[in-house]
């Protein structure tokens, strides 16, 4: 079956450290991939999103992201976390000709001061 | 610009009851509409996806269902709510590429 895995649940980070969250999905083909961010209260917004081209994505925020097409990899970066970037983070795939977004289960962020 | 309307932003409800969760777009004609439910601990599943008026396909069998009356509003409703119903429910629609998510009503079923 076609999913999306997002290997960490839950993730702690001290101000200044790095991030790296997993993403790997199973569809075959053409994909277009995502990375979804929502801070508490709020609206799911866009980080980053590839669809062709440098596999290399450079997203809002400082955020970035590598699309590996022999890993099935879309796996999210930041060199130095904030505070403010506590939240939870979601990756998203549309495959080919589909119409809808197909979600990993997310990962929770936490960034202490 | 491009927006769209979600409500209520919260809902409780009692087992039994009807369900109707409504959402508009503006500013965008004939776009693709989905209704997403978020779960704790479970992410974001699809639950229906629609590309015209009256044309509905649904993702996960339950006991919602969804509607197109016009081609910007998306309704999603219930007969009779479960307490698994329970969750958070995000409208969004899309045109190619571009995916716009609605601020979420919380369902609470009691």
């Known amino acids: 079956a076609q999913s999306v895995s997002q290997h960490n649940h839950h993730v702690i980070l001290s101000e200044a450290a790095s991030l790296e969250l997993g993403c790997n999905y199973s569809?075959?083909?053409?994909?277009?991939l995502f990375w979804y961010v929502q801070y508490p209260g709020q609206h799911l917004q866009l980080l980053l999103k590839?669809?062709?081209?440098?596999?290399l994505v450079k997203g809002i925020k400082g955020f970035e992201a590598e699309f590996i097409k022999s890993k099935f990899s879309f796996n999210l970066r930041k060199p130095s976390v904030q505070w403010s970037d506590t939240a939870e983070y979601f990756c998203?795939?549309?495959?080919?000709?589909?119409?809808?977004?197909?979600f990993g289960k997310g990962t929770s962020l936490l960034v202490t001061p | 610009s491009q927006t769209i309307h979600q409500w209520p932003a919260t809902l409780v409800q009692p087992v039994g009851s009807p369900l109707s969760l409504e959402c508009t777009v503006e500013?965008?004609?004939?776009?693709?509409l989905y209704w997403y439910r978020q779960a704790a601990g479970r992410g974001l599943q699809l639950l229906f996806y629609?590309?015209?008026?009256?044309?509905i396909s649904s993702e996960v069998p339950q006991n919602l269902s969804a509607s197109r009356p016009q081609d910007r509003q998306f309704i999603l409703s219930s007969k009779k709510l479960l307490l698994s119903d329970s969750g958070f429910y995000l409208c969004?629609?899309?045109?190619?590429?571009?995916?716009?998510f609605g601020s979420g009503t919380r369902l609470t079923v009691v």
């Open positions: 969004a629609w899309s045109v190619p590429g571009i995916y716009t």
């Open positions: 569809y075959g083909g053409t994909v277009n």
């Open positions: 590839y669809f062709s081209g440098d596999p």
């Open positions: 998203a795939v549309n495959a080919g000709s589909g119409y809808a977004l197909n």
């Open positions: 500013g965008t004609s004939n776009p693709n």
């Open positions: 629609s590309v015209g008026i009256g044309q």
